[in-house]
């Protein structure tokens, strides 16, 4: 199984950054592709970026202003996934979700973390 916490969320004034966290532990070699997410109040969740294999892809809504990138543990058991956000919006404002897909033995399952607020307000 996989569990996904995230972290570094909060209230910023537009313009500002925020560098969101998604500690991932569990059966970290049956994950690959991990991404972002996130959901306004009365919005469906939508993505935000996701990683692969190195490989990336950007909302348009965030391309340019938001990094996403993935560090290992060098003994398989963690993974961080980041979320670099630049020049906040208060449309950037929402619960961010940390989302990784199982391969392999958990081929077919996705799992989800509780979420971490992003709130740009001046």
């Known amino acids: 199984q996989v569990q996904l916490v995230e972290s570094g969320g909060g209230v910023v004034q537009p313009g500002e950054s925020l560098r969101l966290s998604c500690t991932a532990s569990?059966?970290?070699?049956?994950?690959?592709?991990m991404a972002w997410y996130r959901q306004a109040p009365g919005n469906e969740r939508e993505l935000v970026a996701q990683?692969?294999?190195?490989?990336?892809?950007?909302?348009?809504s965030v391309l340019g202003r938001f990094t996403i990138s993935r560090d290992f543990a060098t003994d398989g058991a963690k993974s961080v996934l980041y979320l670099q956000t630049r020049s906040l919006k208060p449309e950037d404002t929402a619960l961010y979700l940390c989302?990784?897909?199982?391969?392999?033995?958990?081929?077919?399952?996705?799992?989800w973390g509780q979420g971490t607020q992003v709130t740009v307000s001046s």
């Open positions: 989302h990784a897909r199982g391969i392999k033995t958990l081929r077919g399952r996705d799992y």
């Open positions: 569990g059966s970290m070699r049956n994950i690959g592709l």
């Open positions: 990683i692969n294999d190195g490989y990336t892809r950007y909302s348009d």
